[in-house]
């Protein structure tokens, strides 16, 4: 996301937030994904607004070794005093760019971007998408997740065909061996039970798309 009142409200906020993401079970979240991991093999993720913390630890617990993105420094600092892993390579990286990421050269074999899109406008979200797209391996996975609708300030609802419309754009303009393929699409209730902005409902959707 660039900098703008977003960073400041995680920033402002990150105690409480980290102790919210932290208490959530992780495996609850990603259960999808690690469906379609491979049980042995060691991998290298990305965690796009990697937030507390709690993802990348969950992963890099697991032997993966994962490159930690966020631009919320108080965030970046809680995650750090929280958990010590060796892991886990911490960035200020963020969306729509991922400049240092870009810069380094690495593909990635599973990159995850947990409650992150939805702070970008959909411009934004073009250039998101087709970012994460090219820095995967082949064979490579990409998981979304996102609120639906938006559930804190400065968010921006997401249409629910959003994301196969990008599949589809991406899939037009890139070169033939190398396509995107949804392999799953659904929505899963807030495991806290929060509200929405709007009061409804709170429910986050969850996309696993492979290179």
């Not at 074999?109 to 998408?129: P, S």
């Not at 249409?159 to 396509?179: G, Y």
Request: charged letters at 25%.
């Amino acid at each position: 996301m660039p900098e703008s009142n977003a960073i400041q409200y995680f920033n402002d906020n990150a105690e409480a937030l980290s102790a919210q993401y932290n208490s959530i079970d992780r495996a609850k979240v990603h259960e999808d994904l690690l469906a379609l991991l491979p049980p042995s093999k060691k991998l290298d993720m990305l965690d796009v607004g990697a937030g507390s913390g709690a993802d990348a630890h969950f992963f890099s617990s697991m032997g993966h070794k994962v490159v930690a993105a966020e631009p919320a420094q108080k965030l970046r600092d809680i995650a750090n005093q929280t958990f010590k892993d060796t892991n886990i390579s911490w960035s200020d990286d963020q969306l729509p760019d991922l400049k240092s990421v870009t810069a380094s050269d690495k593909k990635f074999d599973v990159i995850y971007a947990v409650g992150t899109l939805q702070y970008l406008d959909e411009k934004d979200r073009v250039i998101a998408f087709d970012k994460m797209a090219s820095l995967l391996k082949q064979d490579g996975l990409l998981e979304i997740f996102y609120p639906t609708p938006a559930s804190r300030e400065y968010q921006f609802s997401i249409n629910a065909d959003e994301l196969t419309n990008l599949v589809q754009l991406f899939n037009q303009q890139a070169k033939s061996q190398f396509q995107l393929d949804i392999l799953q699409q659904k929505n899963v209730k807030d495991f806290t039970g929060r509200k929405a902005l709007n009061g409804s409902d709170l429910y986050f959707n969850t996309t696993i798309i492979a290179c």
